[in-house]
């Protein structure tokens, strides 16, 4: 570990022309740069310093690709603003090599395990939450009254029990669900409400004449004709149309709630495998450290999970389309490859129905954050996949069963994305440059800053600084084990800042279908 290096900005790749200022107050015109450079106007922190001279029309090299061409000619030491760059066009799809540089496995990691609930259906809970599954928006608020009961009445008697959460969403009725687009949130809903953390055994709560109703919600394969549907128990479902006024719906949901607390209670934390874990990775609010700091380590530290087993996935199609031509050979088939491709292409045709392409992706904060476009955003975002082959790719909403690092196709949007990650994952990893309290009722939310600043303005928010890195005092592999160790501490019931303050996002399923 170097002891504080001044260090004033991050070059990361030798190809690079322009470098990140580190320094949190940013450098003063005029201010002496290493190598001889001067800065030729103030430059903010997080944004890119020109090393060279850099011609009009001439690529703005970072991570050792193009970002941008030079709209006018720029001169060394000046500030490479969003406005300087000219934004290239995404790889073509059709020309992309397929699995031709798959990585070798890593020795496995033996040994790791976390305190686990082990479930009837296989699956290992990180929590032992009672769920209030939903099939319909107009059920949510009943549900939500009930809980708040729940929790005050009855959790107190169960203190094996982590928590009681609704389960509700804005899906249900109201939409096309014939058309091919709803199997996405539908798939969706029904892997949540079969979620792990919700012992896989859901209590379901319907209203009665809604179109996702609860036996097309739990069937096992979509587009099942009727009788190939559930039969469902009235243990399982409690349809409000069949109550008697509102205090006999509460009374209905809590007398099926108290006989699943009671199950609940029953169950114990058990030495699981780390193989057992599902660990969702996401950025939100990135900037221009995410890539260099907080990306990179969580990349490290998903390299380790997958050395010991899990399942790792990476996600947010936006932030990948733009690095597409550095994933394919790291296919671990040309099969997988092309699931790759597929998913990219059906993004590409599902943004250009709504006008829209994946520059539509960053934000002001992530332009304040020193990230001039999206592909300098998805070439730092890519750093969370690690170095692994990339073993599966799995479409919006579908459950993983692979192990190894897998593709989950989902939109970049921090709570779509979390709501379809949460079809497989029992763990989340959130990385985040300009800040966000986001966090979700049924995983563990785990937050890492990409610069110290943050982590200190928000030391009761954020769970692991990765800003370290870029003032030297650790390195991407430190801090990557350090994120390892906690990925396990918190899958076995260390509480999280967001876990701490009850932090959780509503469920957004993504519904590409239409609205009737
Ligand atoms: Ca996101």
Same mark, same amino acid.
Request: proline share 7%.
């Given at each position: 570990?170097?002891? @504080?290096?001044?260090? &004033?900005?991050?070059?990361?790749?030798?190809?690079?022309?322009?470098?990140?200022? &580190?320094?949190?107050?940013?450098?003063?015109?005029?201010?002496?740069?290493?190598?001889?450079?001067?800065?030729?106007?103030?430059?903010? #922190?997080?944004?890119?310093?020109?090393?060279?001279?850099?011609?009009?029309?001439?690529? &703005?090299?970072?991570?050792?690709?193009?970002?941008?061409?030079?709209?006018?000619?720029?001169?060394?030491? /000046?500030?490479?603003?969003? @406005?300087?760059?000219?934004?290239?066009?995404?790889?073509?799809?059709?020309?992309? +090599?397929?699995?031709?540089?798959?990585?070798?496995?890593?020795?496995? $990691?033996?040994?790791?395990?976390?305190?686990?609930?082990?479930?009837?259906?296989? /699956?290992?809970? !990180?929590?032992?939450?009672?769920?209030?599954? !939903?099939?319909? #928006?107009?059920?949510?608020?009943?549900?939500?009254?009930?809980?708040?009961?729940?929790?005050? +009445?009855?959790?107190?008697?169960?203190?094996?029990? @982590?928590?009681?959460?609704?389960? !509700?969403? !804005?899906?249900?009725?109201? &939409?096309?669900? +014939?058309?091919?687009?709803?199997?996405?949130?539908?798939?969706?809903?029904?892997?949540?409400?079969?979620?792990?953390?919700?012992?896989?055994?859901? $209590?379901?709560?319907?209203?009665?004449? +809604?179109? $996702? #109703?609860?036996?097309?919600?739990?069937?096992?394969?979509?587009?099942?004709?009727?009788?190939q549907l559930p039969i469902l128990g009235d243990e399982s479902v409690i349809r409000l149309q069949d109550q008697r006024g509102f205090a006999e719906i509460v009374a209905a949901i809590m007398e099926a709630a108290e006989k699943r607390l009671a199950r609940l209670d029953a169950r114990r934390r058990l030495p699981c495998p780390a193989s057992a874990l599902v660990v969702g990775l996401q950025c939100g609010g990135s900037d221009a450290f995410s890539g260099v700091t907080c990306n990179p380590a969580v990349g490290y530290a998903a390299d380790l999970m997958v050395r010991a087993g899990a399942t790792v996935l990476f996600s947010e199609v936006t932030e990948v389309r733009d690095a597409i031509h550095l994933l394919t050979p790291r296919a671990a088939t040309p099969e997988v490859a092309r699931d790759l491709i597929r998913e990219m292409r059906w993004y590409d045709e599902y943004l250009a129905r709504g006008e829209a392409d994946r520059s539509a992706n960053t934000t002001p904060g992530n332009k304040r954050g020193g990230l001039a476009n999206i592909v300098e955003k998805a070439l730092g975002s890519v750093a969370k996949a690690g170095s692994s082959a990339i073993a599966a790719v799995a479409s919006h909403g579908q459950k993983v069963t692979a192990k190894g690092l897998v593709f989950a196709a989902t939109p970049a949007s921090d709570f779509i994305c979390g709501t379809q990650q949460l079809a497989s994952m029992n763990l989340h990893v959130f990385t985040t440059g300009e800040g966000s309290p986001y966090g979700l009722s049924l995983v563990p939310v785990l937050k890492v800053s990409s610069r110290t600043a943050l982590a200190e303005k928000w030391h009761d928010l954020i769970d692991l600084d990765a800003g370290r890195i870029a003032t030297g005092r650790a390195t991407i592999q430190e801090v990557g084990w350090d994120l390892f160790r906690l990925i396990l501490e918190v899958a076995g019931g260390r509480r999280t800042w967001a876990e701490h303050w009850g932090l959780g996002n509503a469920l957004a399923p993504f519904n590409p279908g239409p609205v009737t």
């Amino acid at each position: 570990m170097v002891a @504080d290096a001044q260090i &004033v900005y991050i070059r990361v790749h030798p190809r690079d022309n322009v470098a990140i200022i &580190v320094d949190p107050e940013g450098v003063a015109a005029g201010a002496c740069l290493p190598a001889g450079l001067a800065a030729r106007e103030r430059i903010p #922190q997080s944004h890119k310093v020109a090393l060279e001279e850099i011609e009009t029309g001439r690529p &703005v090299v970072r991570y050792g690709h193009t970002i941008g061409l030079a709209r006018r000619s720029i001169p060394a030491g /000046s500030w490479v603003r969003e @406005d300087l760059l000219e934004m290239p066009a995404a790889p073509p799809l059709e020309r992309l +090599e397929l699995a031709t540089a798959v990585p070798a496995p890593l020795p496995p $990691l033996e040994g790791y395990t976390f305190e686990g609930f082990r479930n009837a259906d296989g /699956s290992v809970g !990180t929590r032992n939450i009672l769920g209030l599954a !939903t099939t319909v #928006q107009c059920v949510a608020p009943s549900v939500d009254y009930a809980v708040r009961r729940i929790k005050s +009445e009855l959790l107190p008697r169960f203190p094996n029990v @982590d928590d009681v959460v609704s389960v !509700t969403h !804005t899906y249900g009725c109201g &939409v096309a669900i +014939e058309a091919p687009g709803a199997a996405i949130p539908i798939r969706t809903l029904r892997h949540i409400t079969r979620h792990a953390n919700l012992s896989a055994d859901p $209590l379901v709560v319907s209203l009665g004449c +809604e179109k $996702l #109703q609860p036996a097309r919600l739990l069937a096992e394969e979509p587009g099942a004709s009727p009788a190939q549907l559930p039969i469902l128990g009235d243990e399982s479902v409690i349809r409000l149309q069949d109550q008697r006024g509102f205090a006999e719906i509460v009374a209905a949901i809590m007398e099926a709630a108290e006989k699943r607390l009671a199950r609940l209670d029953a169950r114990r934390r058990l030495p699981c495998p780390a193989s057992a874990l599902v660990v969702g990775l996401q950025c939100g609010g990135s900037d221009a450290f995410s890539g260099v700091t907080c990306n990179p380590a969580v990349g490290y530290a998903a390299d380790l999970m997958v050395r010991a087993g899990a399942t790792v996935l990476f996600s947010e199609v936006t932030e990948v389309r733009d690095a597409i031509h550095l994933l394919t050979p790291r296919a671990a088939t040309p099969e997988v490859a092309r699931d790759l491709i597929r998913e990219m292409r059906w993004y590409d045709e599902y943004l250009a129905r709504g006008e829209a392409d994946r520059s539509a992706n960053t934000t002001p904060g992530n332009k304040r954050g020193g990230l001039a476009n999206i592909v300098e955003k998805a070439l730092g975002s890519v750093a969370k996949a690690g170095s692994s082959a990339i073993a599966a790719v799995a479409s919006h909403g579908q459950k993983v069963t692979a192990k190894g690092l897998v593709f989950a196709a989902t939109p970049a949007s921090d709570f779509i994305c979390g709501t379809q990650q949460l079809a497989s994952m029992n763990l989340h990893v959130f990385t985040t440059g300009e800040g966000s309290p986001y966090g979700l009722s049924l995983v563990p939310v785990l937050k890492v800053s990409s610069r110290t600043a943050l982590a200190e303005k928000w030391h009761d928010l954020i769970d692991l600084d990765a800003g370290r890195i870029a003032t030297g005092r650790a390195t991407i592999q430190e801090v990557g084990w350090d994120l390892f160790r906690l990925i396990l501490e918190v899958a076995g019931g260390r509480r999280t800042w967001a876990e701490h303050w009850g932090l959780g996002n509503a469920l957004a399923p993504f519904n590409p279908g239409p609205v009737t």
